[in-house]
């Protein structure tokens, strides 16, 4: 099914005129799930995204689907609870995206450990307890010293007591954004990117019919309406809430900034994803990742209020995630230098979340129980039933819950929070991309109960986690055989099998329609037939507009092929010059872009000022 851009030009004809069940504000993973499940309903749904789809949070996290091991010692079970059965989940829909991938985690005898040999070994088994790991394959076990050393001999050894080794899944963020946004397009719903909501709309009542969009390409503003609205904005969701100039909104998020490196693999080698406490005693643990010849390793966790849109590595975050990587492994001595690629995101954080509703826990505000509290003791001590240190335990109690966990970044719950406002906007804030599914589905079943209430409208209920994304029709117990199944077809009309296989486990089952393409195409100048087969997909089934759109989220390659990029990005922007018929301008800008975008990631624009 086609999906370029004249499909948005399309969709846009369609926002304009027909009126939505369901409009989602947000093309992040959060957004693309519910309008994953919101369209195989048949509700009615378009989604709107200002920037590429995933191009906010979702294209820059550490690329796992994981349970969020160290979540355990803030004693956020909901959390883990859910995100270690979700991995599951998605690999079940997506296949083609989460892999397995046994995590190392190296203990130290250090003062703010986050774990012990002892508390490791209790939270794996609760970890695989939790997500139902009984493979023996993937079950966890623990490793002496001299083990561990032996896996990884270039970790420090000093104050080395052991390790333990649990599974969690690396991932491709983009990749599983992008695979529910082309699989709700299929399902009727109508996605378009680079529209942003600007207004929201009321009726006399004061009820939420729709939004005021305007389509970032062309400065056209236009209405949308819709039944029912829902903010997926992830860090922008108190602008969002705020669009509606009545509201008196409480602002609830605390974005945080994540910051991960890329060095080659030579330069740091890992056997396998190894995840250790930064040494600084600040409750941060750093993932190291082994991917294609390649090393990441992040993140950073710090309090951010910049540019929500540009968010990029300071000077200050690679020196700080290069001296806990220097102080954990030697002799490695890595410096600005081997840096080949960076990206930086926002954590969407619920300031002082201690829970999450979806899960069934409080939400860390001041909950109504607090409120009632406060006021039940301030009437008590007026009609002299209360004490002075009854109303100060009182306030000690709202305070604590407010402000929990001010201090520390690391500390906020990275649950999230489903709500609707007094105007009927649904806001889905927070979470991860692990619990995605499992937040889509609460957020559906009360968008189902209100398009039934409200406007006697009836949807029958689907199993989400049988819903495979767009690539995902494969056999989940069995993918690398699927893909490897698959990507004969490609060696068959004549691609190098390494080639072939490359594309299979980038597109999963859709690589039939990126095979499909040989009989039409050949090798673009400048790059091979398999480059230039992703290429073509990409702009007619993936909604890609932009070289950035294509080499940074599309494929990963700004971060992960670094030595062929200055190559291939001369033939990437050629041919989507002459495909998409850009004026010489049009496709100077572009070019000007996607080298500022490569200038960002690998940091020369730091290094210069070295
Ligand atoms: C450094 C870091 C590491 C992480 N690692 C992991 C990990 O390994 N695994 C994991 O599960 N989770 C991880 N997370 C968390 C996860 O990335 C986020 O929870 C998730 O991506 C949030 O998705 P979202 O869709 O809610 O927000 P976003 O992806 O930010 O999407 C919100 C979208 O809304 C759009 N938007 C905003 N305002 C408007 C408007 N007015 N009109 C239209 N569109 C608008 C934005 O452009 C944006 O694209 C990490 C996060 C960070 C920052
Ligand atoms: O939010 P944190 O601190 O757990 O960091 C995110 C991780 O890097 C992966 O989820």
Redesign the pocket.
């Known amino acids: 099914m086609a999906f370029s851009a004249a499909t948005r030009q399309e969709n846009i004809a369609r926002l304009k005129a027909e009126h939505l069940d369901l409009l989602i ?7 693309a799930g519910v309008a994953l499940q919101a369209s195989a309903m048949g509700i009615k749904t378009g989604l ?4 590429d789809f ?5 294209s ?7 349970g969020g091991i160290r979540y355990l010692k803030t004693f956020d079970v909901e959390v883990v609870a859910d ?1 270690v059965k979700e991995r599951a989940a998605i690999q079940h829909i997506a296949p083609h995206i989460p892999r397995p991938d046994p995590m190392l985690i190296p203990i130290y005898d250090e003062p703010g450990a986050t774990f012990t040999m002892f508390s490791l070994k209790v939270a794996m088994d609760l970890y695989d307890r939790l997500a139902d790991v009984t493979d023996p394959k993937y079950t966890n076990y623990t490793l002496s010293r001299d083990e561990v050393l032996q896996r990884e001999p270039q970790l420090k050894a000093e104050n080395l007591v052991g390790g333990g080794v649990y599974l969690d899944y690396i991932s491709n ?1 983009a990749r599983l954004v992008i695979e529910n946004i082309k699989q709700a397009q299929v399902d009727g719903g109508i996605m378009t990117s680079h ?4 207004q929201l709309l009321h009726d006399e009542q004061g009820n939420l019919i729709g939004a005021q969009v305007k389509d970032l390409m062309t400065d056209e503003e236009f209405t949308v309406h819709a039944r029912l609205v829902i903010n ?5 969701s108190d ?2 809430r705020q ?1 509606d100039p009545d509201a008196k909104i409480t602002p609830q998020m605390r974005p945080t ?4 490196l890329v060095v080659a693999a030579d330069r740091l080698p890992v056997p396998q994803p190894t995840y250790f406490d930064t040494g600084d005693q600040d409750d941060r643990m750093v993932f190291v990742v082994p991917r294609a010849n390649k090393t990441y390793f ?2 950073t966790d710090t309090d951010y209020t910049a540019d929500f ?1 540009h968010p990029v590595a300071t000077r200050e975050d690679v020196d700080y995630l290069l001296a806990i990587i220097n102080n954990r492994y030697p002799d490695v001595h890595l410096t600005i230098d081997d840096i080949e690629a960076s990206w930086a ?4 954080l619920i300031a002082a979340n201690s829970s999450s509703d979806y899960n069934g826990g409080d939400s860390g505000k001041l909950s109504d129980q607090s409120f009632a509290a406060v006021i039940d003791v301030v009437n008590n001590y007026e009609n002299k039933q209360a004490t002075r240190s009854d109303v100060e335990q009182v306030l000690k109690n709202v305070d604590s819950a407010l402000s929990e966990h001010k201090s520390n970044p690391s500390a906020v719950s ?1 649950g999230s929070d489903l709500s609707v406002a007094d105007d009927g906007l649904i806001t889905l ?6 619990d995605y599914r499992k937040m889509a589905a609460g957020a559906i079943t009360l968008i189902s109960h209100l398009l039934a209430s409200r406007f006697d409208a009836h949807f029958d209920p689907i199993d989400s986690k049988d819903l495979a994304v767009s690539g995902g029709a494969l056999d989940s117990t069995n993918v690398d055989a699927a893909l490897a199944t698959l990507a004969q077809q490609g060696q068959a009309k004549g691609l190098p099998a390494a080639d072939a296989l490359q594309l299979a486990n980038l597109y999963g089952a859709n690589v039939t329609h990126v095979f499909a393409l040989i009989d039409e195409l050949s090798a673009a100048p400048g790059l091979t037939l398999a480059e230039t087969l992703g290429l073509r997909y990409a702009l007619t089934e993936e909604m890609t507009l932009t070289p950035v759109d294509y080499l940074l989220r599309r494929t990963n390659h700004i971060l992960f092929q670094r030595e062929t990029l200055d190559t291939v990005k001369v033939g990437v922007v050629n041919e989507m010059a002459r495909y998409l018929g850009w004026q010489p301008a049009e496709k100077q800008q572009r070019l000007d872009q996607l080298n500022q975008a490569i200038a960002e990631s690998d940091l020369s624009l730091l290094k210069n000022n070295n």
């Open positions: 504000i947000g093309g992040g993973i959060t957004g709107i995204e200002m920037q995933s191009e906010g949070t979702s820059r996290s550490t690329k796992l689907v994981h995100t963020d529209v942003q909501a600007t997926t904005a992830g860090p922008w602008f969002v669009l900034k994540g910051v991960h992040g993140t849109k995101g926002l954590r969407p990275r804030a927070g979470g991860k991309i692990t």
